[in-house]
């Protein structure tokens, strides 16, 4: 079962993500991936194979982190999480059952995938939401009118570098 941890605050965010994580490491896993102001890093393996990624990126008053537990997709750096689609970047626990036929309709609207995840395609659905309505909340919530399955999501939104 994967673990998600957010924090937007003061400063600081690697060192709070990363300790999020850590104590979260008991749930299972299989690779590990953050966002930490505008940087993404992710690594196969332990999240100490992450904190080795984050020593190279600068530190922010904002992050998202997350250990996946692969239900879709193979374990790989492309199919870690978060995952980024146009403005929206986010991390997510549970399954979208639907995202094959999400997919389909959002591979004919011309949408690039980078991996083989469920959690994309929820990615570039809210993002398509976001593009045409232009607020996160709305754009969310039209989002989960489509998703069947279960799902937890923290989300960081390019134009708002202050909020999950
Ligand atoms: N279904 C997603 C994936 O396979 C999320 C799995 C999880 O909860 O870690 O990437």
């Known amino acids: 079962m994967c673990g998600i941890i957010g924090y937007t605050g003061y400063s600081g ?24 102001g505008e940087n993404i890093v992710k690594a196969t393996g332990r999240v100490r194979n992450l904190d080795l990624e984050l020593e190279k990126i600068q530190d922010s008053k904002i992050g ?28 997510h626990n549970g399954i979208i059952e639907n995202h094959m036929e999400l997919k389909r309709e959002l591979l004919e609207e011309g949408v690039d995938f980078i991996s083989t995840t469920d959690t994309e395609v929820a990615c570039a659905l809210i993002n398509k939401y976001y593009l045409s309505l232009g607020n996160i909340e709305e754009a969310i919530l039209k989002a989960m009118e489509r998703f069947v399955g ?9 134009e708002d570098s202050e909020s999950i």
Do not use: Q
């Open 150 to 158: 279960s799902y937890a999501f923290a989300i960081m939104v390019e």
């Open 13 to 36: 965010a690697k060192k709070k993500i990363i300790t999020g994580l850590e104590a979260l490491e008991y749930r299972g896993y299989d690779s590990a991936g953050a966002k930490i």
């Open 64 to 91: 998202i982190g997350h250990t996946r537990w692969a239900t879709h997709g193979e374990v790989s750096r492309e199919n870690a999480h978060p995952h980024k689609v146009g403005k929206i970047t986010l991390v």
